[in-house]
């Protein structure tokens, strides 16, 4: 967290901008949040943690001067937050992954993905499987959503056929 703060925050590049800070304050409050739930789910987890990793991507980690927001994808373990299904406090999974109300509160634009274990991409499990089969997916899903950028002087809007080629990386950051 500290590399990618230097980097995207107090980096000269940006040191000036009036949005980064606002922004990335928010997303360590909202990287707060899970750690509050997470340890309210402690001892249902057998004392270990449910976010695994995650993916920072869109304007926040480009060249853009004043993004409104930061872009994210949460992977949590999806065995973990089964085993928590009926605790107290899991319901917050559903209100951290609320893409509108987490922009309004935190600036953030979150996408959680319950993490499953598959031995092979190649075995029938998968198939068969309809968690695994959504954590491929999406997973799958979001690392070409966030390696795509539209070049220099094309609008924002949703991506074209010309426009959807991978063109850059995301940040991964581990909890």
């Known amino acids: 967290l500290e590399h990618v703060h230097s980097?995207?925050?107090?980096?000269?590049?940006?040191?000036?901008?009036?949005?980064?800070q606002m922004v990335w304050d928010g997303f360590v409050t909202y990287m707060i949040a899970w750690r509050r739930l997470e340890d309210m789910l402690l001892p249902y987890l057998g004392g270990e943690r449910l976010v695994m990793t995650t993916w920072l991507a869109g304007s926040f980690v480009s060249r853009k001067f004043d993004p409104v927001n930061l872009d994210l994808t949460v992977f949590i373990d999806g065995d973990r937050a089964a085993s928590c299904q009926e605790k107290p406090g899991i319901g917050q999974i559903k209100k951290l992954a609320h893409r509108d109300g987490m922009l309004k509160r935190f600036k953030v634009s979150p996408c959680v993905v319950r993490h499953q274990y598959?031995?092979?991409?190649?075995l029938p499990q998968i198939v068969g499987n309809p968690?695994?089969?959504?954590?491929?997916?999406?997973?799958?899903?979001?690392?070409?959503?966030?390696?795509?950028?539209?070049?220099?002087?094309v609008p924002k809007g949703e991506p074209t056929p010309e426009t959807a080629a991978a063109r850059r990386g995301y940040l991964e950051v581990e909890a």
């Open 7 to 20: 980097r995207f925050v107090a980096h000269p590049d940006f040191a000036a901008s009036p949005t980064r």
């Open 118 to 122: 598959f031995r092979s991409p190649f």
């Open 131 to 153: 968690e695994v089969q959504e954590y491929v997916m999406l997973r799958g899903a979001f690392d070409d959503w966030w390696q795509r950028a539209r070049p220099d002087g």
